[in-house]
Structures are given as C-alpha cells and as structure tokens.
C-alpha cells in the first residue's frame, strides 16, 4: 500500500513473486471478467499501468490480522483520478506471503459496483 501512495511502480512489483495472483477485487472486474484473478508479473505490470498508475490512491489501515503467511487488513481506500472524481471505500485485504518472502496473493474484498458508479462507469 505504500509502494501505491507513492506511484512507485517498480517497488510495488518487486513485491510480488513471478507467479503471484492478484484478485482485486474477488468476484472478477473489467480487468479479470472471469474473477480468476490476474497471474504473473505481466499481468501485474498491466495492472498498475492502468489502474494504479494514472490514479491517486491512499490507504488508512483500520485493522490487521496475521496467522501463519498470511495478513488480513482492513483499509480505507481514498482514490482521485485525473477526470477529478474521487471515491472512498472499505476493504478488506488479505496478502500472503511465500518462502521467498514475495507476495504470493492478494485478495481484495470491496464493492466494484459502488466504486465503478462513483466513477460513472457501468
């Protein structure tokens, strides 16, 4: 969530292992219409070029939970974006973690459909 609130793309993917998946949000999204999550470094790189990148975002933590690999986090997210809209939403945000230390998943539980209407997006 820092390497996001400071548009730093390359700390962002280090982050990551080369076979990560990231589901955000869980349940599927323009980007990942079958809500299988998106695989790899590639799709990671797609990602942040059009989602996070052109955007503004910053996270205030409201809670962490962590068991073995794993981390749950609940967040509010704040997100501006060039057009001047703005959007504001909860989630939660569980990440885990392989034995290189690398994120291995992200699942990310929030309302697509309030935020895509925020936007003005169906």
Do not use: C, Q
Request: glycine share 14%; proline share 4%; aromatic share 10%.
């Amino acid at each position: 969530m820092a390497a996001v609130s400071a548009g730093d793309r390359t700390a962002w993917l280090d982050l990551y292992d080369d076979d990560a998946v990231l589901e955000d949000p869980v349940g599927g999204s323009p980007l990942d219409p079958e809500g299988v999550g998106l695989r790899g470094r590639t799709a990671l790189e797609g990602f942040w070029d059009l989602v996070v990148g052109p955007n503004d975002f910053d996270f205030e933590i409201t809670a962490t939970h962590s068991g073995g690999s794993e981390a749950a986090l609940s967040a509010t997210v704040r997100g501006r974006y060039p057009n001047g809209a703005k959007t504001s939403y909860d989630g939660i945000f569980i990440y885990a973690i392989g034995e290189n230390g690398k994120i291995t998943s992200v699942r990310a539980f929030w309302d697509i459909d309030a935020v895509m209407s925020a936007l003005g997006a169906s």
